[in-house]
């Protein structure tokens, strides 16, 4: 695998910020997660199973919030209650890494210093590795070379091998969204893709072709169905309080989304089975 240096920021001048989401669904399951989280964002897709989601990103625009905190908790908000993986790729001038959310379980990740220096656990990267399913020899080797000293291999670069490994997992992340380039960089090589389009546009869309029915309404694309159901929602409600809590406590934007969608989804979850059928 290359590691050959990357400029950090694409367009010249100091290292830029930003963050990529790859989420490992189709688009239309993931724009109606990505819709409670409030922030505006590009979904289009990222090969034959995979979505990638591209933030404006102002929480870190402004200053008020750290990148890697705020898409960690966007990542865990995005996969509560559903059965797809969200990998959350930032960076910033100090730093760059990822993290890897499914389901309830915590988050792991791994970091490099702006120059490439390693900066995680080896553990982590083989939990990464073995929760999404990745050859245990010939992955691991690729991933185990990121974790060890390269002077030639900058923050930027080992970020896109991390991207390498993923092409095996069936990860095709469009030509242009480059790790290491600003927010606005990637917005802009975003639109220009085919089938990119902001998530709210795209439950404009749904909405204009779903026919209008009085059949009884269904949970949200991608959570839960059957019979633990209702279970699941309520233990959403139950987690998602004191995690919103903690959020505004912090001021921390990611944590505050993440309880957000949790009670959002608990919500949905409960009426979605919890309305009566209507009258034949």
């Not at 910020?17 to 990222?46: D, I, Y």
């Not at 792991?108 to 553990?123: F, Q, R």
Request: glycine share 12%.
């Amino acid at each position: 695998m290359s590691t050959e240096k990357s400029p950090t920021g694409r367009r010249g001048g100091p290292p830029s910020t930003g963050a990529l989401l790859l989420c490992r669904a189709e688009t239309r399951s993931v724009a109606p997660a990505a819709r409670l989280l409030h922030e505006p964002m590009l979904v289009g897709g990222a090969g034959e199973e995979w979505s990638v989601l591209v933030p404006e990103g102002r929480p870190w625009l402004d200053g008020s919030e750290p990148v890697d905190r705020v898409v960690t908790g966007w990542a865990t908000a995005l996969t509560v209650g559903a059965s797809w993986p969200v990998i959350a790729l930032w960076w910033d001038a100090d730093r760059a890494g990822f993290s890897l959310a499914s389901g309830f379980r915590r988050p792991v990740g791994y970091v490099w210093l702006a120059n490439g220096t390693p900066a995680g656990e080896d553990e982590a990267m083989r939990t990464f590795a073995a929760r999404l399913g990745l050859d245990p020899v010939l992955d691991m080797q690729s991933l185990d070379l990121l974790t060890a000293p390269d002077a030639a291999a900058d923050a930027a670069a080992r970020l896109s091998g991390v991207l390498a490994v993923l092409t095996r997992a069936g990860v095709a992340v469009p030509s242009g969204l480059v790790p290491g380039d600003s927010s606005a960089g990637l917005l802009e090589a975003a639109r220009a893709q085919p089938g990119a389009r902001p998530v709210e546009e795209e439950r404009e869309d749904k909405q204009t072709e779903a026919p209008r029915t009085a059949a009884r309404p269904g949970p949200p694309s991608g959570l839960a169905t059957g019979p633990t159901a209702r279970t699941l929602a309520l233990a959403q409600l139950v987690l998602g309080i004191p995690l919103t809590i903690w959020g505004l406590r912090h001021r921390n934007g990611g944590w505050i989304a993440a309880g957000g969608l949790l009670l959002a989804h608990g919500a949905l979850g409960l009426a979605a089975h919890t309305t009566v059928r209507p009258y034949d």
